[in-house]
């Protein structure tokens, strides 16, 4: 990893954006599989200090992104293939069900989703990863299971560094708000199973993309 660049970093929430800058460069490769994270170095290339990189580095092993070794420090672990499928086949079964136990969202909240997709649609990189996540999390916020939400939850914070590389590129962007445009356009319709399997299809449709960009990346 090059430090000739230091990154300015957002102040007020120093942890959550240098965990963010570090999901980064283990997605593009500039932390490689296996590599032990120099925490000095990182420190001086992201502009910050060791305290709030040390919280990011926890945050990214708590979601799998790192593993912490007891007197060595944390090492990246790689993406793959199969720790992807099995992620990527839970969702599609969880927020369907939220969304059918929550029911047709209220006009307020379906505004209030519209606008953040629209957001999404011009956003990239952590950013859109940010709002597609809330976008998710606000569809289903009605629900009364908070254990399903939960679970929802759990599988959201896994699946960040995956969804940082699908969300980078602004094709898949412009897609995920196009699936979430007609989730909402069933809700709008008063129509709850079709935004049920709307939804589903948006769970599923991101795993073939992924699991063919995670292939490529191990071949190269």
Request: with cysteine.
């Amino acid at each position: 990893m090059s430090s000739a660049t230091v990154l300015r970093l957002d102040r007020a929430n120093l942890s959550e954006t240098a965990a963010d800058a570090v999901r980064e460069m283990i997605v593009d490769g500039r932390l490689a599989p296996g590599e032990r994270v120099n925490e000095v170095r990182l420190a001086a290339a992201l502009g910050v200090s060791r305290t709030p990189l040390r919280e990011g580095l926890r945050l990214l092993a708590a979601e799998g992104a790192l593993e912490a070794a007891a007197h060595y420090g944390f090492f990246v672990r790689a993406l793959t293939v199969e720790e992807l499928e099995q992620l990527y086949a839970i969702r599609p079964i969880l927020d369907p069900e939220a969304l059918r136990v929550a029911g047709v969202p209220s006009p307020k909240r379906i505004a209030r989703l519209d606008k953040l997709n629209r957001a999404l649609a011009r956003a990239k990189g952590a950013a859109a990863v940010a709002l597609d996540d809330e976008w998710h999390l606000e569809l289903l916020r009605d629900c009364p299971n908070k254990v399903l939400i939960g679970l929802i939850e759990s599988i959201i914070f896994r699946t960040r560094r995956y969804e940082i590389a699908l969300l980078r590129e602004s094709g898949n962007v412009t897609r995920a708000a196009e699936e979430h445009g007609r989730v909402l356009a069933a809700l709008a319709g008063g129509d709850l199973a079709g935004a049920c399997a709307a939804l589903k299809r948006n769970m599923e449709s991101a795993a073939p993309i992924l699991s063919d960009w995670v292939t490529k990346r191990g071949a190269n």
